[in-house]
């Protein structure tokens, strides 16, 4: 229990060069006792599989796009210059450099080969490239995370810190290792408490972790091996402090940062699409003891917020947020007493993998607002109509705001939150709370968003109201 295991996500990590003596070394008598997963570098997983946002084809995807042409070379080219350009930003020593650019050209030049090596064995009928495309998914992938742990490892050596680089990527590796496995081999005679491991956010293992968790997986990683070695605590290095809303939205002077909560918090937050970690890690680290600490990286002297399993001292709105949702309706007159339309509805959205945010129901009316691509949707619309053919199914798209805290007892957070949005002119079209008091839902129109989780957080965190504009 002597050492923390510590994650650095990929904006900071573009600026790890001026992490270096504030966070890294944070003191240079004791620089030890801490381990660090890294993601890769800003931008580079999404040149090297598709961008997250705008879905801009990457290697990854313009490799399964084009089996019959190499126009994913040129995706390539583009990851290789960005992926030079950023540890030129970290690096100066000539030699680093030079070693940087040599560890870029052979996992990328390897990956190549690789890549035309498996579009020739898929030339011929036998093999089908669709069922590779997974493997081809991690291993393009662990190249990022590859890449800038080797040059943080290259940068604290330089400032004379013992620090090793630990690629759990699988790299020419032929072992079909678990997890666990894969953690535990590669941490066999590291000592944290004489040299600082530097550890890829990406691990290659036997359960295939971009199968269940995409590019969630560093969260993953950084989670098993905070367990697996007993750490003191984990703590995730983010750009921000997790605070009580968007301070984009409602001002930073009005914000607060939480300070303390619960992992119960944690998963509202990730059901709401603002994770503080992934639902799956935090169980990881919950089962096993370890709290979480979520901090500011460029605030090393802050604490953060604290994230464990107690429950709140006081009940009281920790955070604020929302989420753009659809509203997916299935109405039909002949529901009432009948059974069978939830387990219906729910195999649909399990089979076109839709993600459930909530849930609503009536006597012939199920609503389930839901996460997803509106092209989706659509699929989903279709075999609902199929099945049920008497049966009205419409979508629509909305938004979900929600006030959330480890304990909303007696705080009336539902009735003081609907009065908020009316003093503000504005309407929920629908409002829920479950008997659990850990957060209450309101629907509005997509274009309130914004203003709702101004007027709530206001309301509720604040303690004021925003009161309709109107003219003089």
Known sequence: MSHTVEKIGGTSMSRVHELRDTLLIADPARPYGRIFVVSAFGGITDLLLEHKKSGEPGVYAAFASGEEDHGWLAALDRARQAMTDAHRVVLDHPGDLERADAFVRDRLVGAQNCLIDLQRLCSYGHFRLAEHMLHTRELLSGLGEAHSAFVTTLMLQRAGVQARFVDLSGWRDTDDLTLEERISGAMAGVDPQTEMPIVTGYAQCREGLMREFDRGYSEVTFSRLAALTGAREAIIHKEFHLSSADPRLVGTDAVRKLGRTNYDVADQL?????EAIHPKAAKTLRQSGVPLRVTNAFEPDDPGTLI?????????????????VFALELFEQDMVGAKGYDAAILEVLTRHKVRIVSKVSNANTITHYVDSSLKVLRRVEKDLNDRYPSACVSSRAVAMAAAIGRDLDGLAVLSRGLN??????????GATQGPRAVDVQFIVERDALAGTITALHAALVEDRTVRLATAA
């Open 270 to 274: 990730s059901n709401m699409g603002m």
């Open 308 to 324: 464990d399993d107690q429950p709140a001292t006081v009940p009281a709105v920790e955070i604020v947020t929302g989420l753009n």
């Open 420 to 429: 908020a949005l009316a003093a503000a002119g504005l309407e929920a079209m």
